[in-house]
């Protein structure tokens, strides 16, 4: 079961599981996910406020795990293999939505904080972030694919990643990859 709890301005979200355990069992991942475990006679209110009273102890530990990884993200490519790459992805993936009959859409690259890419559903462009350029290319096929079907389906509906699905079947592995790169 997943909780939330806020803490200084940060939502912090635990997946909770019920154990016969005898103490409440907190640990953090380096993917920045939190686990608790503790057994059913503990409250939902108790584990809560168990969360928040560590608030600093997790929140001090993601950044640490992101400075770790910043520390080990470097770039897979140069500029030119990079831009090479997904300029022919961005074509392959247009004719591989050709059953949709989508327009073609403009490609721009831009440095983002908090997303690989991005959609103009209205205006047909598609924003890459150019941090990519320190993903596999399996995980940039995923982002160029994603930001087409977007391209149909605005939203994350089930419509959305059902076509998602249809051209990447292993999306979610990579997309939970992807959620440990701090970018
Ligand atoms: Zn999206």
């Known amino acids: 079961m997943i909780r939330e709890v806020e803490y200084k301005g940060t939502t912090i979200k635990y997946n909770l599981t019920r154990k016969r355990v005898k103490n409440i069992n907190l640990r953090i991942k380096p993917d920045c996910s939190v686990e608790v475990s503790a057994n059913s006679r503990v409250s939902l209110e108790y584990l809560d406020s168990f969360v928040i009273k560590k608030g600093d ?50 490609l721009k690259f831009r440095k983002m904080k908090s997303r690989w890419g991005s959609c103009n559903y209205v205006k047909c462009i598609i924003t890459l972030n150019k941090n990519l350029i320190y993903c596999t290319k399996e995980q940039i096929d995923y982002v160029i694919i994603h930001e087409f079907a977007h391209l149909i389906v605005p939203n994350h509906s089930k419509d959305f990643y059902n076509i998602v699905s249809g051209f990447c079947p292993e999306y979610k592995r990579i997309r939970k990859e992807m959620a440990g790169i701090l970018i």
Do not use: H
């Not at 992101?66 to 990079?82: R, V």
């Open 57 to 106: 102890f997790i929140l001090k530990a993601f950044e640490d795990f992101k400075k770790k990884q910043s520390i080990e993200l470097l770039p897979k490519y140069t500029i030119d293999e990079f831009e090479t790459y997904v300029f022919g992805r961005f074509e392959l993936t247009y004719k591989l939505f050709g059953q949709y009959r989508i327009d073609k859409p403009q």
